[in-house]
């Protein structure tokens, strides 16, 4: 079993930054795909930004060039640098980790922009 246990949520002004923080512990293996996910109020969660063990990351349209996702393999850590916040960026932000062709997923937390 894997658990992810978020942190970095808040309320945050529009035009504003926020680092969303993920840490893996339990049985951990050294090839994944970790990744963020939101959902806001009455919509479907959606993906926001993936990394994988080799570097590799991937957007959706609507956060490149304002988030950036990272990693820190020798922490079992995975973050999520969001700039320049809108107001549809509000939801809760999920972490998920695959591996072994697994998903585990971490319990969210809140990110609101508003003014």
């Known amino acids: 079993q894997v658990q992810l246990v978020e942190s970095g949520g808040g309320l945050v002004q529009p035009g504003g930054s926020l680092r969303l923080s993920c840490a893996a512990s339990?049985?951990?293996?050294?090839?994944?795909?970790m990744g963020w996910y939101r959902q806001a109020p009455g919509k479907q969660r959606e993906l926001v930004a993936t990394?994988?063990?080799?570097?590799?990351?991937n957007y959706v349209d609507n956060v490149k060039g304002r988030f950036t996702i990272s990693r820190d393999d020798a922490k079992n850590t995975v973050a999520l640098q969001m700039n320049s916040l809108k107001p549809e960026d509000t939801a809760v932000y999920y972490c998920?980790?695959?591996?072994?062709?697994?998903?585990?997923w971490g319990q969210g937390t809140q990110v609101t922009v508003s003014s």
């Open positions: 990394i994988t063990n080799t570097g590799f990351t």
């Open positions: 998920k980790r695959q591996q072994e062709r697994v998903d585990y």
């Open positions: 339990g049985r951990i293996f050294s090839i994944y795909v």
